[in-house]
């Protein structure tokens, strides 16, 4: 299920026995790709499924792992370091070396570089002393590339798996197709958990853990964004949603018909205010475009342990998950349940993730549901209550764990007494949305829609 059989500029692909002279011999991989093309790309994989090596032509490129199916050798050259947490921390490609902090901060030789996000979205970057606008597609794509002057100074184009079809100037940023590291010297995308092939339109490691049971698409482990790579994303390498794309929980947001100086205007705007906030601890950089200062330490997001993700500990590890997989001890859910009170992970999360009256203890108020942005209009308009996760947990959590927080969102309302309104039409409640699961969970709780509100009627 859900195995491509062909893709352009690619050819036909073959799945089952690879070759005999593969590292590890004849493995059966029935959902991994074990050639594409009339004799041209062969792969071979390791008994954990990952991608051993890859052929192109007569060009064979060799993959090592370390004991936590973490990449650390392509081709015996260029290497990878990673942290407890399974983050990268530092890459070299062609004798040049990189250090990364989460990703905000990263440091090449002598020259450092800052990221700055507002909303969730990568929009501005800092390095050698220039300040650079970062615009993004629908699937959080960085396309276009500009100047603190609004000069359009790159510009990339990509197919629908994520290759690159056309690049004019200088792109600046190596954080690219839906908004994930392109490591372009190896071919892959860093997507956190595992690594992409855009030009085969799978991942080169199978997911460590299954984020849907129910969908069938979700047993292909290989597969990427269940084979919709036009409308759907994955945020960290192990699940993937349609909600986010466009603007949906915790993803980016779609700009559209807006000329390149009412999108820099935005920009300009938000980077401000991150950069306000920036002064406050790092000092890094200022509003008047100062010269980036020292590199210091910060918090930054962590991707989940995979083994913790699927609620069992990897080796020499004491995860103390609960039911729902999410380690209370993980930095950012301890932090949460301090902050909150709560000590299941879950519910920390949907306490953190209120947005309105609501946040302050305020009960009997208006929850606003929705398609996204009509639900944050429409709750800014009438102070109402809305959820948005709290920062960094989105990137954290599978599908399931998602819609967890969303449930507990929706069940935290009902015992405060809140009435929900939809910022949205009941058509716009498609299948698979979260809009659409928030509406099916009240029905089933009793709820009837009464004009656009939601009344308890048994």
């Not at 498609?430 to 308890?456: A, C, I, M, N």
Request: glycine letters at 14%; aromatic letters at 10%; hydrophobic letters at 35%.
């Amino acid at each position: 299920t859900g195995n491509l059989t062909s893709k352009g500029g690619v050819g036909s692909y073959t799945y089952g026995v690879q070759a005999a002279d593969c590292p590890e011999g004849a493995l059966s991989k029935p959902h991994a790709v074990v050639a594409a093309g009339s004799s041209y790309l062969f792969y071979c994989y390791d008994q954990n499924g990952n991608m051993r090596r890859r052929k192109v032509g007569t060009t064979a490129t060799t993959f090592t792992y370390d004991a936590e199916n973490r990449l650390v050798n392509v081709g015996g050259a260029d290497t990878f370091v990673y942290d407890a947490d399974g983050g990268r921390v530092k890459t070299t490609f062609d004798g040049t070396t990189t250090i990364y902090v989460g990703s905000h901060y990263e440091k090449t030789g002598n020259t450092a570089t800052k990221y700055y996000y507002a909303g969730g979205r990568r929009i501005a970057m800092r390095t050698g002393g220039q300040t650079y606008y970062l615009f993004p597609d629908h699937l959080g794509s960085t396309p276009i590339t500009t100047n603190n002057s609004g000069v359009e100074l790159g510009k990339l184009l990509y197919r629908p798996w994520g290759e690159t079809r056309d690049t004019t100037g200088t792109p600046i940023t190596t954080w690219r197709f839906t908004g994930q590291r392109e490591d372009a010297t190896i071919g892959l995308y860093y997507y956190g958990a595992r690594y992409y092939d855009p030009q085969l339109g799978r991942f080169a490691q199978p997911d460590t853990i299954v984020p849907d049971p129910g969908d069938p698409q979700a047993l292909n482990r290989y597969s990427y964004v269940g084979n919709r790579p036009t409308v759907a994303v994955d945020p960290s390498g192990h699940s993937w949603c349609m909600e986010c794309v466009g603007g949906g929980m915790g993803g980016p947001e779609v700009v559209a018909g807006a000329g390149l100086a009412g999108l820099l205007s935005q920009a300009g705007q938000a980077l401000n205010v991150v950069v306000a906030e920036a002064q406050a601890f790092a000092q890094m950089v200022s509003q008047t475009g100062q010269q980036l200062g020292n590199l210091v330490p910060a918090v930054t997001d962590q991707f989940v342990n995979p083994g913790q993700a699927a609620g069992s500990a990897p080796s020499g590890a004491g995860n103390t998950a609960g039911p729902g997989g999410l380690d209370p001890n993980d930095p950012l859910f301890r932090r949460l349940i301090q902050q909150t009170g709560e000590s299941d992970p879950i519910k920390a999360i949907a306490k953190a993730s209120i947005e309105g009256p609501a946040r302050e203890g305020a009960s009997n108020g208006t929850t606003v549901l929705g398609r996204y942005p009509a639900y944050v209009n429409t709750a800014n308009d009438l102070r109402a209550n809305y959820l948005n996760f709290a920062e960094g947990t989105w990137d954290k959590l599978t599908n399931a764990q998602r819609w967890a927080v969303n449930r507990q969102f929706l069940d935290d309302a009902i015992a405060r007494g809140d009435t929900f309104k939809l910022a949205s039409l009941l058509k716009e409640a498609e299948p698979g949305t979260y809009f659409r699961r928030e509406l099916d969970y009240l029905f089933s709780l009793g709820y009837q829609l009464v004009g656009d509100v939601l009344v308890k009627t048994k």
